[in-house]
């Protein structure tokens, strides 16, 4: 896409008007089958939701005690299902020992290529040993002082150990808080030290692209760190779990630091899953808002698992003989939503590949998909631009034709890449589900479903049972059709967040004091004339970089936490494969000069304080940075310059006209 194609993306969008119907085959087999079947569930599911969801909830989960109420909602709180008790981890492995796919894989496990040209690892585990393995490693957990409420660190690499902490932790009501491989020591830090956990579970390293990522060395690195008072950010820490995946050397604290081998060996392979309440913290997932400080994201139990259980099954149209497989990493919520609960929740063979799309070649999805027969691959749109660009010659290589849907998560698919992925990679037969959903929703908000929506390249179409979205103007009033506006949700559904983790305040701030009455999602949005949702993208200062979410603040406090510099901001451009890509603008301390070399230290900075993830892509020094006359930084206007554009809009409260010139032309 060219700079001035991308600025005018909106309207692009507004031309695209192919129409895609689901074929008569697939509708034929599928969950649902029509459009009229599709709106008479969700007209049902929205006008009586305590019915839907009752009658869902019932169906769908294993209760241990059945809940007594459907909806306790107390803007913005919400409990669902109160008095019942159930165990996720039961939900998602007791539930099928007894029935015909005890012993049908859960977890397909597909390791990175050695360096050599030797082709991965390969693990496969049943239902029945990941129940064994989750046990055990449960009571290794217990074991080490585990208690229920405790919340507990999972930092690992892409390997079934991941899955299998995760479901550890629900069985004895423990609360995970997963922190991607690729963050830093500091963000383990700052997540420890937010959530008050007791134990961090880690390996060794992780294989990527060939090298080893020392998980261990930066957790150790973790727990030396200390806030600017000087006192420990992780005293919280008692315990270290420690997986060996790479063998290579690490450091065994005395008394802290444990093998997760060696564990095993003390502990049975039984474990009683406990009661939780509906309503017991299940999960605290960490995600970029707009000040500097990540939010701890809190999911519960009975509504987070109804929510992406049903989710699955609907939108991935998922049967048990589907090969399922879902790109995304453990550490992001789709991990959790599509790799680990949903898929297992519904009884299904889900895949789980460690590295990266392009190693050792461009073909590594291609030669998963035929090795294994996938039937279902749910990815990213900045991956489907990367194959686009690396060629049809990988994909062609390959036997596809196991692939039955495809699906889209994590930015807006343009439609240039919803018809490559549509084409070369479905073979034209596939339909598409392109999802729109967030950390905060737990579970997919609106989406086709694939035997019943027609689709249109570029749009998520249409909510998904009991959600009941809106686009909204200032005033918070519904805006008429192909308008833009701000995305809302009108009514609480199961799986939505029920706050951020100790900070109640920020919560209602955050996505309950914009628009009256709705959540708030961040997003702008408009819809079409058949009421299909066309997300635009964010509207706060949150980026999208590579499908990952990026508060701007975040990394500029982390651009001023080094000594040479005095201020930053930071703005995201268009860019053709990451969809947005990050840009500083960095004014240094006086005396300081401008060099090559620290314009390099700064982005390794960034990538030291919040994580690799967070490198910009470009950093650019400033004498000064545009301001308003009451000295806040005009990012409209960085943000155009970032974009190579010509400044426009109002600079009149600009305080000082020449420092846009100088930015625009590149001085430095
Ligand atoms: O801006 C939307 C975008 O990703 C944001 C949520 O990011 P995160 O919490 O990291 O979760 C990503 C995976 C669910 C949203 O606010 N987004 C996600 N999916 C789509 C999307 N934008 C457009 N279309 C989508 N399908």
């Given amino acids: 896409m060219s700079k001035a194609a991308a600025s005018t993306n909106i309207e692009s969008l507004l031309k695209e008007t192919r129409v895609f119907k689901p074929a008569k085959e697939f509708a034929a087999e599928a969950h649902v089958r029509s459009m009229a079947q599709y709106k008479k569930l969700w007209t049902e599911s929205v006008k009586n939701p305590d019915k839907f969801w009752k009658k869902q909830a019932e169906a769908e989960l294993v209760w241990q005690k059945p809940f007594t109420r459907v909806l306790q909602w107390k803007e913005p709180f919400a409990k669902w299902f109160t008095g019942g008790r159930l165990n996720v981890s039961a939900n998602c492995l007791d539930r099928w020992l007894d029935s015909g796919i005890s012993n049908k894989a859960a977890l397909i496990w597909e390791g990175e290529p050695a360096t050599d040209g030797k082709p991965g690892e390969e693990r496969v585990l049943t239902y029945k040993q990941l129940h064994r393995e989750v046990s055990r490693f449960a009571n290794v957990l217990k074991r080490n002082g585990i208690q229920k409420g405790d919340r507990i660190i999972i930092y ?7 899955a299998i902490a995760m479901l550890a932790c629900t069985r004895i009501g423990a609360v995970h808080s997963v922190v991607f491989g690729g963050f830093s020591a500091q963000s383990v830090a700052d997540r420890i030290q937010d959530s008050g956990a007791k134990m961090v579970i880690t390996a060794d390293g992780g294989y990527r692209r060939g090298a080893v990522v020392p998980l261990k060395k930066n957790v150790d690195d973790a727990l030396k760190l200390h806030d600017a008072a000087g006192q420990s950010l992780t005293k919280t820490i008692e315990k270290v779990i420690v997986l060996r995946r790479c063998a290579n050397e690490v450091h065994m604290a005395e008394g802290r630091d444990v093998w997760w081998h060696r564990e095993l060996d003390y502990v049975s392979d039984i474990c009683a899953a406990e009661k939780m309440d509906s309503e017991a913290p299940l999960f605290i997932l960490y995600t970029s808002g707009s000040t500097g400080k990540p939010k ?27 090969v399922y497989w879902c790109t995304a990493d453990v550490g992001w919520v789709t991990g959790h939503s599509y790799i680990v609960y949903g898929p297992l929740a519904n009884g299904a063979t889900a895949l789980m590949y460690e590295g990266a799309p ?6 590594r999805f291609w030669r998963i998909i035929q090795k294994y027969g996938v039937t279902i691959l749910y990815t990213a749109p900045t991956a489907i631009r990367a194959f686009m660009k690396w060629g049809d010659e990988w994909p062609k290589k390959h036997d596809l034709s196991s692939l039955r849907l495809l699906g889209s998560v994590g930015e807006p698919i343009n439609p240039e890449a919803w018809m490559w992925y549509h084409t070369v990679i479905g073979g034209g037969r596939c339909p598409i589900v392109d999802t729109w959903w967030q950390t905060e929703t737990g579970s997919i908000m609106i989406t086709p479903l694939p035997g019943a929506t027609p689709t249109k390249p570029g749009t998520a179409t249409l909510p998904f049972f009991g959600i009941l979205p809106e686009v909204v103007d200032e005033q918070g009033k519904a805006v008429p059709k192909n308008s833009g506006g701000k995305l809302v949700v009108r009514k609480p559904w199961p799986s939505m967040l029920r706050g951020i983790w100790g900070d109640n305040e920020r919560y209602k701030q955050t996505y309950w004091s914009e628009v009256k009455g709705s959540y708030f999602t961040g997003d702008g949005c408009r819809q079409d004339k058949d009421g299909y949702f066309w997300i635009v993208g964010r509207i706060d200062d949150v980026l999208n970089v590579a499908g990952h979410r990026i508060g701007t603040a975040e990394v500029e406090s982390a ?57 910009p892509d470009e950093v650019r020094f400033a004498e000064a940075l545009p301001k308003t006359r009451s000295g806040k930084i005009m990012r409209r206007l960085l943000k155009q ?28």
């Avoid at 392009?358 to 073909?363: K, L, T």
């Avoid at 890509?581 to 060099?595: D, E, Q």
């Avoid at 970032?642 to 001085?667: F, N, P, Q, Y």
Wanted: a negative charge; proline letters at 6%.
């Fill in 156 to 162: 690992l690499p892409m390997v079934p150990e991941a």
């Fill in 296 to 322: 701890g994201i809190l999911h519960t139990t009975a509504g987070y698992l109804l929510g992406t259980k049903l989710t699955s099954r609907y939108v991935f149209d998922l049967k048990l003989e589907d």
């Fill in 358 to 363: 392009n190693w050792p070649e461009p073909d």
């Fill in 559 to 615: 651009l001023v936490s080094h000594p040479n510099v005095a201020e930053a901001a930071v703005v995201g451009r268009p860019d053709e494969l990451k969809g947005q890509a990050l840009v500083c603008f960095v004014t240094l301390k006086t005396g300081v000069k401008a060099t090559p070399e620290l314009k390099n230290e700064l982005r390794n900075h960034i990538g030291k304080e919040i994580g690799p993830v967070a490198k």
């Fill in 641 to 668: 310059i970032a974009s190579g554009l010509e400044v426009k809009g109002d600079t009149t409260t600009l305080e000082d006209l020449s420092v846009i010139a100088k930015l625009a032309s590149g001085e430095e």
